[in-house]
């Protein structure tokens, strides 16, 4: 398992990785990141590790930069997860497309805010690639987020970092189920949705049972 003793995973993102964690499920949501903390937590208890949730829903990478100092730089994270990037893709879709970020500003900023982290910080970093529920890969949300999550994975090889393929977890899936069975909107995931999430998570992070 990649995490050592005592060190500090932040995961910062939308709504997937916020789940409620600023309301009804505080502090750490009732998704994906409760559920990696809660496996962690109980398979090695003996690390002391620190999970924070720094996830807000409806957020972009121009959001992730407003507050990139307060929630990233000052936590001091010894491990940072990154999963951002679909509200980017879709609002090209929902007749908002002021609120959307082209995929080469999508880049740009979030090499900056990577950069910025690795260099204040020397944190390690885990990027979530941004996905779809939606098997048609002509699909076009589909086919925009396929190059959403290339860049994702791009900026992975060039930071060194731990790449969680969301998108591959949800494709072996889809010819046995429908993507209603993990969410209604093809997006925000019900709870076994997040714990496939979750199960890609462990996957990357090298987690033995």
Same mark, same amino acid.
């Given at each position: 398992?990649?995490?050592?003793?005592?060190?500090?995973?932040?995961?910062?993102?939308?709504?997937?990785?916020?789940?409620?964690?600023?309301?009804?499920?505080?502090?750490?949501?009732?998704?994906?990141?409760?559920?990696?903390?809660?496996?962690?937590?109980?398979?090695?208890?003996?690390?002391?590790?620190?999970?924070?949730?720094?996830?807000?829903?409806?957020?972009?990478?121009?959001?992730?930069?407003?507050?990139?100092?307060?929630?990233?730089?000052?936590?001091?994270?010894?491990?940072?997860?990154?999963?951002?990037?679909?509200?980017?893709?879709?609002?090209?879709?929902?007749?908002?497309?002021? #609120?959307?970020?082209?995929? +080469?500003?999508?880049?740009?900023?979030?090499? $900056?805010? &990577?950069?910025?982290?690795?260099? %204040? /910080?020397?944190?390690?970093?885990?990027?979530? #690639?941004?996905?779809?529920? +939606?098997?048609?890969?002509?699909?076009?949300? $589909?086919? &925009?987020?396929?190059?959403?999550? %290339? /860049?994702?994975?791009?900026?992975?090889?060039?930071?060194?970092?731990?790449?969680?393929?969301?998108?591959?977890?949800?494709?072996?899936? &889809?010819?046995?189920?429908?993507?209603?069975?993990?969410?209604?909107?093809?997006?925000?995931?019900?709870?076994?949705?997040?714990?496939?999430?979750?199960?890609?998570?462990?996957?990357?992070?090298?987690?033995?049972?």
């Amino acid at each position: 398992m990649l995490f050592q003793p005592k060190q500090k995973i932040v995961f910062i993102g939308d709504s997937i990785t916020d789940s409620d964690r600023q309301t009804t499920a505080a502090p750490y949501g009732n998704g994906y990141v409760s559920m990696v903390r809660n496996f962690l937590l109980a398979r090695y208890p003996e690390r002391d590790l620190n999970v924070v949730n720094k996830g807000i829903g409806g957020n972009t990478v121009r959001d992730l930069e407003k507050r990139w100092e307060q929630d990233v730089i000052a936590e001091k994270p010894n491990w940072l997860s990154v999963c951002i990037g679909i509200n980017d893709a879709w609002r090209h879709f929902e007749g908002n497309t002021g #609120e959307a970020v082209p995929v +080469e500003e999508y880049r740009t900023t979030l090499h $900056r805010l &990577l950069k910025r982290a690795k260099e %204040a /910080t020397g944190t390690r970093i885990i990027l979530a #690639e941004p996905y779809i529920i +939606e098997p048609n890969h002509n699909d076009p949300m $589909r086919r &925009l987020m396929e190059v959403y999550a %290339a /860049t994702m994975s791009g900026l992975a090889q060039e930071f060194g970092a731990v790449v969680v393929h969301t998108q591959a977890a949800f494709d072996e899936t &889809l010819s046995h189920v429908s993507s209603s069975y993990w969410a209604a909107d093809r997006i925000h995931p019900n709870s076994p949705g997040h714990a496939l999430i979750a199960l890609a998570f462990l996957r990357a992070l090298e987690f033995a049972l």
